[in-house]
Every structure is written in C-alpha cells, then in structure tokens.
C-alpha cells in the first residue's frame, strides 16, 4: 500500500523552528521531485519546497524562501522540511507529495 506519513506539525510561537518528517512506504522516493505544499484556511494550496530525486536542486517559494530548507534521505525513504523563523502566516497544514501520492497533512499553527 502506498502512503506518505507526514509527522511533527504543531502549535509554536513567532521565531521558533519545526521540523517536518514525510516518511514514505509502498514506493520508493529515490525517483521522484518531493514536494511540500501547504494550505491555510481559506486559502489554495501552495507548494512550499521542491527537491529534485537526486537532492542537488531546491526551490522555494519567496515567502519562505530563506527560512525553510527541504531535505530527503533516499535510503531512509524519508523527506523533511526544516523551518526556522516561523511567523504566523506559515499557519497551514503541510502536505507532503511525490507524483500522484499525497499524504493526509499535518497542521503547523504559529501563534503567540
């Protein structure tokens, strides 16, 4: 069965850092652009960051752009996404996507 776990979303202040974990089974990334989208409410879905199957280009989008670094371990099966200065409009839930497979979100809220 194919699945992507997202993991490590949750409630933080203003500044901090969180780490987000995609952790893939039933396929393997090493193929496959990774992808972190997120979308507040109210709002379309995003994409955040991207990197490439071999991990050697990273794109982001230019609100975050600075603050938030993708990463993967094809051995591990595994993609992260590091954010550092979080600010209240990062407040979303965080998809992880890999070709047509999404996994069911995780919420990151920031919030004094």
């Known amino acids: 069965q194919v699945q992507l776990v997202e993991s490590g979303g949750g409630l933080v202040q203003p500044g901090d850092s969180l780490r987000l974990s995609c952790a893939a089974s039933?396929?393997?990334?090493?193929?496959?652009?990774m992808n972190w989208y997120r979308q507040a409410p109210g709002k379309e879905r995003e994409l955040v960051a991207s990197?490439?199957?071999?991990?050697?280009?990273?794109n982001y989008a230019d609100s975050v752009k600075g603050r938030f670094t993708i990463s993967r371990d094809n051995a591990k099966n595994m993609a992260y996404l590091e954010m550092d200065a979080l600010k209240p409009e990062d407040t979303a839930i965080y998809y992880c996507?890999?070709?047509?497979?999404w996994g069911q979100g995780t919420q990151v809220t920031v919030s004094s």
């Open positions: 996507n890999a070709f047509q497979f």
């Open positions: 039933g396929f393997t990334i090493s193929i496959h652009i």
């Open positions: 990197i490439t199957s071999g991990g050697s280009i990273r």
